[in-house]
């Protein structure tokens, strides 16, 4: 596998249920972060990992919960949610660095997204 | 705060015609700038950034931009568009040092044939 990869694809659960989104990258960088995307709408930063601490947590609900094991693994765990939170749920990482550092452009690589749906 | 704006969430042109996506973003100092491309169900693909140095940049499928600090714009600029080029264009900005991207809201592009 190359680059960032997320599982699942597609994901309907109803609003009781539990259920999580996977993302990973091969690409040795220290910083992940997970994005949501919805119809109509401008890109939503949710959260952000740098060194597997989150360091940023833009007002999502208590309801989303993230979750980074190591520099390579991001989870989102869900629960409890709503029909409006249906949406393409993006992952991405990039190296994070000091100002001028070599690869420190916060140049962000995209997984391919879960597209879930909630019922 | 950084903001990024681009003109137009839908531009539509020929097959073979120009494509231009306008992008103009707010901030005291350079930032750091890209373009990204999304296809349908599926994540966003850079296409090319601005760091440092000549300010043409030239990325994938045939896309270049101009960083233009007096306008404070990063125009998206295609002299030929193809069928395949139908998706939607984010531009993103990022400042020297911060975590994080600001995007615009995206513009979708269609090809007419």
């Known amino acids: 596998e190359t680059g960032v990869t997320q599982t699942p694809r597609h994901l309907v659960m109803g609003m009781t249920n539990k259920k999580s989104l996977k993302c990973e990258q091969h690409l040795g960088h220290n910083a992940m972060y997970w994005y949501k995307q919805s119809a109509k709408k401008p890109l939503e930063l949710m959260f952000v990992?740098?060194?597997?601490?989150?360091?940023e947590n833009n007002s999502v609900p208590s309801r989303f919960s993230p979750e980074c094991p190591n520099s390579s693994h991001l989870f989102l765990h869900l629960h409890t949610l709503q029909p409006e939170d249906s949406a393409l749920y993006l992952c991405?990482?990039?190296?994070?660095?000091?100002?001028?550092?070599?690869?420190?452009?916060?140049?962000?690589?995209f997984g391919p997204g879960t597209r879930l749906t909630v019922l | 705060a950084q903001s990024v704006t681009q003109l137009g969430s839908h531009v539509s042109v020929s097959e073979g015609a120009l494509v231009l996506l306008r992008c103009n973003y707010s901030s005291s100092v350079p930032p750091y700038l890209f373009w990204y491309v999304q296809y349908p169900n599926q994540g966003l693909q850079l296409l090319l950034k601005y760091t440092t140095g000549a300010t043409l940049v030239k990325g994938i499928n045939g896309f270049e931009a101009e960083f233009k600090k007096s306008e404070t714009s990063f125009h998206l600029t295609k002299p030929s568009a193809h069928m395949s080029d139908a998706a939607e264009y984010f531009c993103a900005v990022s400042e020297r040092g911060a975590q994080k991207l600001v995007f615009g809201q995206g513009t979708r592009l269609t090809i007419n044939p």
């Open positions: 990992y740098s060194l597997e601490e989150r360091v």
């Open positions: 991405a990482s990039s190296h994070s660095g000091l100002a001028g550092e070599r690869g420190s452009y916060n140049e962000q690589f």
